[in-house]
């Protein structure tokens, strides 16, 4: 079992950078996946980025490619999402989530969920 809680969420001008951070209970946390997606108001939630559990394999929507960066610390049972050049369609809540297994970018496969935090990125 993994809780995760995502923080840094918050109101930025267009150009701007946030950092958002997940942080998992649960000592397994190091053994899992963790991507993280985003959900703008009406629309589905999609894919953002992916970072394997040993860190060696990342994956980026192309959305955001270039722009943001995955990482974890498994010592701390941390992940973080650094987002650059932030534009406004990049407003959305975003979600940590955590599956066990092969890297995916399908929402469905992951099992964990936190709750999201607000991004807002004005013009």
């Known amino acids: 079992q993994v809780q995760l809680v995502e923080s840094g969420g918050g109101l930025v001008q267009a150009g701007g950078s946030l950092r958002l951070s997940c942080a998992a209970s649960?000592?397994?946390?190091?053994?899992?996946?963790v991507g993280w997606f985003r959900q703008a108001p009406g629309k589905e939630r999609e894919f953002v980025a992916a970072?394997?559990?040993?860190?060696?394999?990342?994956i980026y929507a192309d959305s955001v490619k270039g722009r943001f960066t995955i990482s974890r610390d498994n010592a701390k049972n941390t992940a973080a999402l650094q987002m650059n050049n932030l534009k406004p369609e990049d407003t959305a809540v975003y979600y940590c989530?955590?599956?066990?297994?092969?890297?995916?970018?399908?929402?469905?496969?992951?099992?964990?969920w936190g709750q999201g935090t607000q991004v807002t990125v004005s013009d």
């Open positions: 989530a955590a599956r066990s297994g092969v890297l995916q970018t399908e929402k469905a496969s992951y099992d964990y």
């Open positions: 649960g000592r397994s946390f190091r053994l899992y996946n």
């Open positions: 970072i394997s559990w040993s860190t060696s394999t990342t």
